[in-house]
């Protein structure tokens, strides 16, 4: 386990603010974050590569704040890679186990395997500007992991690749997790990726974590406004909570009364994520606490799904796939009805 104690360091420009975290052992955990946010400095501070101005760095219990990179046992892969330009793909990834002095006969079997785990065998003699990104990142990847770390650290590893070449490698990351039974730490400002990847998350705003937790806790149950439009929760409305029926709260906007099972009192924001909300042509029976008539106002086409914004009193953003939109012949201005579930309303 990763534990990090009030952690604080001051570079000017960028600041680390008393953070305090647990990663557990085997974890996929990834730091979420705008640029500036201080995601890559917590980082390097994890790997070794920074001494804090204050507090404490425990790796399975024990104490390495002061202690170098390479006695931390951690494997780091850089946004650019960072491979030798001069060193082969072989030499490269070699370059960990040369250092310890191993056996070159040992040394070719290790780096041949992962090679081949990596389906860059044919790459061996090449050198790094002969590559292309999604090469480049499977060679730093196998370069990181030939010294069997304990704990592999990733600063935006996806950042520069085409879609097609990152959602691949999604798919690689998932297998290395798997595989070598690591615990992962990654970096990105990118909440498509930590969905698809992450075990936990943490927010970062400014070099504080406002919020740490699961994907599901993140996405549904954002506690704060930072953190609710950072991660695409588009309606996000002011109101007034008080105590309802059946043990719900009802929010009064001002211009709607919306039931949320999340008990609040006072002041609050609320949040429901588009695709929580349904919609009919009619008034149909239905289970949910929240039902309003409205009419749409935009459409926007967003090839696979159809994005639409529905005035009810408030604006209200939800997304259809193109058949539902299709066999319910919607255009703006068109009186339709939405629905939502109590359970689909987040309150902070």
Same mark, same amino acid.
């Given at each position: 386990?990763?534990?990090?104690?009030?952690? /604080?360091?001051? !570079?000017?420009?960028?600041? +680390?603010?008393?953070?305090?975290?647990?990663?557990?052992?085997?974890?996929?955990?990834?730091? *979420?974050?705008?640029?500036?946010?201080?995601?890559?400095?917590?980082?390097?501070?994890?790997?070794?590569? !920074?001494?804090?101005?204050?507090?404490?760095?425990?790796?399975?219990?024990?104490?390495?704040?002061?202690?170098?990179?390479?006695?931390?046992?951690?494997?780091?892969?850089?946004?650019?890679?960072?491979?030798?330009?001069?060193?082969?793909?072989?030499?490269? +990834?070699?370059?960990?186990?040369?250092?310890?002095?191993?056996?070159?006969?040992?040394?070719?079997?290790?780096?041949? =395997?992962?090679?081949?785990?990596?389906? $860059?065998?044919?790459?061996?003699?090449?050198?790094?500007?002969?590559?292309?990104?999604?090469?480049?990142?499977?060679?730093?990847?196998?370069?990181?992991? $030939?010294?069997?770390?304990?704990?592999?650290?990733?600063?935006?590893?996806?950042?520069?690749?085409?879609?097609?070449?990152?959602?691949?490698?999604?798919?690689? #990351?998932?297998?290395?997790?798997?595989?070598?039974?690591?615990?992962?730490?990654?970096?990105?400002?990118? #909440?498509?990726?930590? *969905?698809?990847?992450?075990?936990?998350?943490?927010?970062?705003?400014?070099?504080?974590?406002?919020?740490?937790?699961?994907?599901?806790?993140?996405?549904?149950?954002?506690?704060?406004?930072?953190?609710?439009?950072?991660?695409?929760?588009?309606? +996000?409305?002011?109101?007034?909570?008080?105590?309802?029926?059946?043990?719900?709260?009802?929010?009064?906007?001002?211009?709607?009364?919306?039931? /949320?099972?999340?008990?609040?009192?006072?002041?609050?924001?609320?949040?429901?994520?588009?695709?929580?909300?349904?919609?009919?042509? =009619?008034?149909?029976?239905?289970?949910?606490?929240?039902?309003?008539?409205?009419?749409?106002?935009?459409?926007?086409?967003?090839?696979?799904?159809?994005?639409?914004?529905?005035?009810?009193?408030?604006?209200?953003?939800?997304?259809?796939?193109?058949?539902?939109?299709?066999?319910?012949?919607?255009?703006?201005?068109?009186?339709?009805?939405?629905?939502?579930?109590?359970?689909?309303?987040?309150?902070?």
């Amino acid at each position: 386990m990763i534990k990090i104690e009030n952690l /604080s360091k001051d !570079w000017k420009k960028f600041k +680390i603010d008393n953070i305090s975290l647990e990663i557990n052992d085997n974890e996929y955990f990834v730091f *979420l974050g705008p640029s500036g946010s201080g995601k890559t400095m917590l980082l390097e501070l994890i790997a070794g590569m !920074w001494s804090p101005d204050s507090g404490k760095v425990y790796m399975n219990n024990t104490n390495v704040t002061y202690l170098p990179p390479e006695k931390r046992g951690v494997g780091f892969v850089y946004q650019n890679y960072m491979l030798f330009p001069h060193k082969t793909v072989f030499e490269n +990834i070699a370059f960990g186990l040369t250092l310890r002095k191993k056996e070159k006969q040992q040394i070719k079997i290790e780096v041949e =395997e992962l090679m081949n785990l990596f389906g $860059i065998s044919e790459l061996s003699d090449r050198l790094p500007r002969t590559l292309s990104g999604g090469e480049q990142q499977r060679t730093a990847l196998a370069r990181a992991l $030939i010294i069997h770390p304990k704990v592999l650290l990733m600063d935006e590893p996806l950042s520069a690749l085409d879609r097609k070449t990152r959602e691949e490698l999604i798919q690689e #990351f998932r297998r290395i997790h798997k595989k070598f039974d690591i615990t992962i730490i990654q970096v990105t400002h990118n #909440f498509d990726e930590a *969905l698809q990847l992450a075990d936990r998350i943490a927010i970062l705003k400014k070099g504080k974590i406002s919020q740490v937790g699961t994907t599901d806790e993140i996405f549904r149950h954002p506690k704060d406004k930072f953190v609710a439009d950072f991660v695409g929760s588009e309606n +996000i409305i002011n109101g007034i909570a008080k105590e309802g029926i059946d043990g719900l709260t009802i929010v009064d906007t001002g211009n709607i009364k919306i039931e /949320s099972s999340q008990k609040k009192i006072g002041d609050v924001h609320l949040t429901i994520r588009p695709e929580d909300i349904t919609l009919s042509n =009619e008034n149909i029976v239905t289970s949910a606490r929240n039902v309003f008539k409205g009419y749409i106002k935009e459409i926007y086409d967003l090839g696979t799904i159809i994005k639409l914004t529905v005035d009810v009193g408030e604006q209200l953003i939800l997304v259809l796939t193109r058949k539902s939109f299709s066999d319910l012949e919607l255009n703006i201005g068109k009186e339709i009805y939405i629905y939502f579930k109590a359970t689909a309303v987040n309150l902070f």
